[in-house]
């Protein structure tokens, strides 16, 4: 399985910096993982919410393959269990020969030509949170998925 994993910018806390690590590099022992950092649109505060998104968005979307099964982590997605999640991913990864994208947007959100791109969402939580930390918390919870896939002692039910 080919997991790629999209954010907007770099994480600016060294110790998100560190946690991202460690579990990324925990990851890459169950797919062959890939993230990409895509750089920030310059100077966004002169521009409006609305031209902001949909710079992002191009960024992001020229960043993902046609063949891609797209996944956003996005407030109105599903929300799952660990266990729910982890069921998921084992049968996308059964389902999907090729990659599965998962994208974090950047503050404001998506723009609407990457909604009509992804293929699915995926709320982490019906709380907010800093898509800074989000990056920190979504891979923890890739990891878990797959160690519940494993059966590895890392999950406790």
């Known amino acids: 399985m080919k997991i790629k994993f999209l954010v907007l910018g770099k994480t600016n806390f060294a110790y998100l910096k560190e946690g991202e690590t460690i ?68 049968n996308k990864a059964m389902e999907m020969p090729n990659c599965i994208t998962f994208i974090i947007g950047g503050a404001y959100g998506f723009d609407d030509e990457l909604y009509k791109r992804a293929n699915f969402k995926i709320s982490l939580s019906a709380m907010t949170y800093s898509h800074q930390m989000v990056r920190l918390i979504f891979l923890e919870q890739l990891y878990r998925a797959f160690s519940i896939i494993r059966n590895e002692p890392y999950h406790h039910a």
């Open 23 to 90: 579990y990324e590099n925990r990851i890459i022992h169950y797919c062959n993982f890939l993230r990409v950092e895509v750089s920030d649109v310059k100077n966004p505060k002169n521009i409006s919410t609305e031209v902001l998104k949909k710079k992002e968005g191009e960024l992001l979307l020229s960043k993902i393959s046609p063949n891609d099964f797209v996944v956003l982590l996005d407030e109105n997605g599903q929300q799952f269990s660990s266990n729910k999640f982890a069921s998921w991913l084992e």
